[in-house]
């Protein structure tokens, strides 16, 4: 056997079964969003490094993005994240849109990633945003789009959460601990990496960058404060809307969600997998009221989130909840070729069932019937029709019904209406 180029490191071949999951879970996402009345949209697979040199943070202009210069001399990326394509596009017809924009989209990234479970260097992601109006309402209404998704696929709150919090009500807390301004990122990125350390290396490491012993418990009595979310303002409204949504069950307050990423400025929030082996992050968003700005736009404010494929399809299998039987052969019907001299006949039938709006495969060539039966139940078909010299001298199709064994004989003009009452057999499609 010849040796196989193998796929790029990093990547995933989508073949039919999984590419029907792919497409379940777009759909379902689309609905998701849709039920909000939000619009779909798209941004190109390339963009400018200096897109996201402007605000996405080191890390990931020059150790995550796929950067080369092409024909012109010009430093393009493959996208690693889509908000700044967002700012742009939203920046370029500012003028011309409606607000509030509600828009979201689910397409490839990449990002040079170490692959591991649940981590590739090519994912798809579900992104959703509304920009032009800056309130805790439409910050819930992001978050309900994210809860809706997650009931719909049939998660439930003891196995993911959705947990939040809000950078200004953050900010309050490090001015009051006496922390400077200058040193709040590095702050907000040591209390990201909470989970990620053990308790002693962790406060360890905040010692080593200049946190006092007052300020670290300060920081400490911070985080495990739950009611904190009561002293701001904006996380009450916010909450309230939560409620009269119905969605309370799937959202928490937690102070330890500080969102490390530059542009977010107001809310944040990330949905978690706590009932799990191991407790993890399925996605994160918030508010980044700066970003068109720094692409060049009039400022706007904006909320949003991303999530990946990857993790949402290991949550979902570790829970059971991948659906089962998706469509992954669309054609339910299956046109034999009895002989050479029937081909034409099968191939005017198959045709006829189209235009009826059946989805039909027409076997290619002339083979023995019984390896035609095989592949139809291989693939899923549900019925096969059969047009031997005497249904072609008297106008007929023979239909069998793959999972019962049934077969009738029908006029070729009724065949398209007695597939149909087949197909609408319980247990049949």
Same mark, same amino acid.
């Given at each position: 056997m010849k040796?196989?180029?193998?796929s790029?490191?990093?990547?995933r071949?989508f073949?039919?079964?999984?590419?029907a999951?792919r497409?379940?879970l777009?759909n379902?996402?689309?609905? %998701?969003a849709e039920s909000?009345?939000f619009?779909?949209?798209e941004?190109?697979i390339?963009?400018?490094?200096?897109l996201?040199?402007?605000?996405?943070?080191?890390?990931?202009?020059k150790?995550?993005?796929y950067?080369?210069?092409?024909?012109g001399g010009?430093?393009?990326t493959?996208?690693p994240?889509?908000?700044?394509s967002?700012?742009r596009?939203v920046?370029?017809?500012?003028?011309?849109?409606?607000?509030?924009?509600?828009?979201?989209?689910?397409?490839p990234f990449?990002?040079?990633?170490?692959?591991?479970r649940g981590?590739?260097?090519?994912f798809?992601q579900w992104? &959703?945003?509304?920009?032009g109006v800056?309130?805790?309402?439409?910050?819930?209404e992001l978050v309900a789009?994210?809860?809706?998704?997650?009931k719909q696929?049939?998660?439930?709150?003891?196995?993911v959460?959705?947990?939040?919090n809000d950078?200004?009500?953050m900010?309050?807390?490090f001015?009051?601990f006496g922390?400077?301004?200058?040193q709040?990122?590095?702050v907000?990125?040591w209390i990201d990496?909470?989970e990620?350390m053990?308790p002693?290396?962790?406060e360890?490491y905040?010692?080593d960058?200049g946190?006092?012993?007052?300020?670290?418990?300060?920081?400490k009595?911070?985080?495990a404060?739950?009611?904190?979310?009561?002293e701001?303002?904006?996380?009450?409204?916010?909450?309230a809307?939560?409620?009269a949504?119905?969605?309370s069950?799937?959202v928490?307050f937690d102070?330890g969600?500080v969102?490390?990423?530059?542009y977010y400025?107001g809310?944040?929030?990330?949905?978690?997998d706590?009932?799990?082996v191991?407790k993890r992050s399925i996605?994160?968003?918030g508010r980044?009221?700066n970003?068109?700005?720094?692409v060049g736009?009039e400022?706007?404010p904006? &909320?949003?989130f991303?999530?990946?494929?990857? &993790?949402?399809?290991l949550?979902?299998k570790d829970y059971?909840?991948l659906?089962k039987d998706?469509n992954?052969n669309?054609?339910?019907?299956l046109?034999? &070729?009895f002989?050479?001299?029937?081909?034409?006949a099968s191939l005017k039938?198959?045709?006829?069932?189209r235009?009826a709006?059946?989805?039909v495969?027409c076997?290619?060539q002339?083979v023995?019937l019984g390896?035609?039966?095989?592949?139809?139940?291989?693939?899923?078909?549900?019925v096969t029709?059969?047009i031997?010299?005497d249904e072609?001298e008297?106008g007929?199709a023979?239909l069998?019904?793959m999972?019962?064994?049934?077969?009738?004989l029908?006029?070729q003009?009724d065949?398209?209406? %007695?597939i149909r009452l087949i197909?609408?057999?319980?247990g049949?499609?």
């Open positions: 040796n196989v180029i193998p790029v490191k990093g990547t071949d073949y039919p079964e999984q590419m999951f497409t379940w777009y379902t996402m689309r609905q %998701a909000f009345g619009q779909e949209w941004a190109p390339l963009e400018s490094i200096e996201y040199a402007a605000k996405s943070g080191e890390e990931l202009v150790k995550q993005s950067v080369f210069e092409d024909r010009d430093e393009i493959l996208r994240e889509l908000t700044p967002l700012a596009v920046a370029q017809k500012q003028n011309e849109l409606t607000f509030p924009v509600r828009w979201w989209s689910f397409g990449w990002r040079y990633e170490n692959p591991q981590r590739t260097r090519e798809f992104n &959703v945003d509304m920009l800056d309130t805790p309402e439409a910050d819930a789009v994210l809860a809706t998704f997650l696929v049939g998660l439930n709150p003891e196995q959460l959705i947990l939040v950078r200004r009500l900010d309050r807390q001015e009051k922390i400077p301004a200058g709040r990122l590095e907000s990125n990496r909470r990620k053990k002693q290396e962790w360890a905040g010692r960058f946190l006092s012993g007052d300020q670290l418990a300060n920081l009595a911070m985080l404060d739950k009611q904190l979310w009561q701001s303002q904006e996380l009450t409204r916010f909450f809307a939560i409620e949504l119905g969605l069950s799937f928490r102070p969600i969102r490390g990423l530059l400025t809310t944040v929030f990330e949905a978690w706590m009932g799990g191991v996605l994160g968003g980044y009221d970003l068109l700005a720094d736009g400022p706007l904006a &909320v949003g991303a999530m990946g494929d990857v &993790v949402i399809e949550v979902l059971g909840l659906p998706l992954v669309p054609a339910p019907v046109v034999t &070729v002989d050479p001299a029937q081909q034409a039938i198959a045709a006829r069932l235009e709006g059946l989805n495969i076997y290619p002339a023995k390896k035609q039966f095989k592949y139809a139940h291989r693939i899923g078909a549900r029709v059969v031997g010299p072609a008297n007929q023979a069998k019904e999972v019962s064994g049934g077969q009738q029908v006029d003009q065949a398209a209406e %007695a197909l609408a057999k319980p049949a499609s």
